[in-house]
């Protein structure tokens, strides 16, 4: 996102302190937005040779950067950047995580256990600059929250550059091809474009297999049941779990909703006779079997076919989200909205 200055990780943490208590004194000369202005890392370094393969120029949610070497100390803000960087095999250059949602993939589990872990929720911003890292990825536009004093141009004046999941820079619709286009820029960015490519192959053909599977089923109608119970919180038409659905032999009931996210009421999920009911599975939103018995006990509910069939899909909300877990959810998806292509 922003141009990679001289690393944090090779001048004293004092610098970073000071930077970061001289932000409160320079804000108004800061420009509104993501642009980084004449003094921000958005430019390359001088004087120093680019590494084999750099330097690297990347567009992120507006934010261009120029890095001549790979990150040498990561911090991720949420899990799914933390599972792309470790199935990329960058173990090695992370300093920290936060905020972990779900279960870790399995094969991924021990990996991640060794990454320190700097909050539950999103770190603050002085908890961040204590790991040293010479760079930020954060899940969610909540990770650099500018009401909370972690916003992308802080970063850039303690010196650290940053970088944001492209399915919060604001597009129309995200489906599976950004999936891959994050893999690819983060592997271009640590300088491993070989390991990209192989990860996107494989995650592409999880999907495909999944997708050939139920090519030729009917679409089942669908109902994401994120939480709510004055309303329901689904999922729209912007985001990638829309896409999901569709390649896993499904149809959004509230595609036409032009979000990722909304709240809608029952009386429209009533309308709409979904018949399935794909549960978002995640901390703090109250688990699976409360969400299940409390669609069940409602009347008003009673006859909506995916309630009356009890039929329920779970999926970790990590898995809905740009990050290798979407091509896993595909797949998940598919055998729960169409077993008797998977017999």
Not at 68 to 89: C, F, K, N, W, Y
Not at 90 to 101: I, S
Not at 159 to 186: A, P, S
Not at 300 to 325: E, M, Q, Y
Request: with cysteine.
């Amino acid at each position: 996102m922003l141009g990679r200055p001289c690393s944090p990780s090779a001048r004293p943490r004092r610098t970073l302190r000071a930077a970061a208590g001289a932000l409160a004194l320079t804000t108004a000369l800061l420009t509104a937005g993501c642009g980084a202005g004449d003094d921000s890392p958005g430019k390359p370094r001088t004087g120093a040779s680019p590494a084999k393969g750099f330097p690297v120029t990347v567009d992120n949610c507006g934010v261009t950067t120029t890095y001549d070497g790979p990150p040498s100390r990561v911090v991720t803000i949420h899990q799914h950047p933390a599972e792309l960087m470790l199935a990329l095999g960058l173990k090695d250059r992370m300093a920290g995580t936060a905020f972990p949602d779900s279960a870790v993939l399995p094969e991924l589990s021990k990996d991640f256990a060794a990454i320190p872990e700097l909050a539950k929720k999103e770190p603050s911003f002085e908890t961040v600059l204590d790991a040293e890292p010479d760079f930020v990825y954060g899940g969610y536009g909540s990770a650099f929250a500018e009401n909370e004093g972690r916003s992308r141009k802080a970063f850039a004046a303690a010196g650290v550059d940053t970088y944001l999941n492209r399915e919060y820079c604001g597009r129309n619709r995200v489906t599976m091809r950004d999936t891959y286009d994050e893999i690819r820029t983060i592997g271009g960015i640590f300088g491993v474009p070989d390991r990209s490519a192989e990860l996107v192959a494989d995650l592409r053909g999880r999907v495909d297999r999944a997708a050939a599977a139920v090519k030729n089923r009917p679409a089942v109608p669908v109902f994401v049941y994120d939480s709510g119970e004055k309303t329901a919180f689904t999922a729209g038409g912007k985001g990638l779990g829309n896409d999901l659905i569709g390649l896993a032999g499904g149809r959004n009931v509230f595609a036409d909703l032009g979000d990722v996210f909304g709240d809608v009421s029952w009386e429209q999920v009533v309308a709409r006779k979904p018949e399935a009911v794909v549960i978002y599975d995640y901390a703090g939103s109250g688990s699976v079997e409360q969400k299940k018995r409390f669609l069940l006990s409602q009347p008003a509910l009673a006859d909506v076919p995916a309630i009356r069939n009890k039929r329920f899909v779970v999926l970790p909300l990590t898995a809905t989200l740009v990050g290798i877990r979407s091509a896993y959810a595909v797949d998940g998806l598919a055998r729960g909205l169409h077993p008797e292509s998977f017999r």
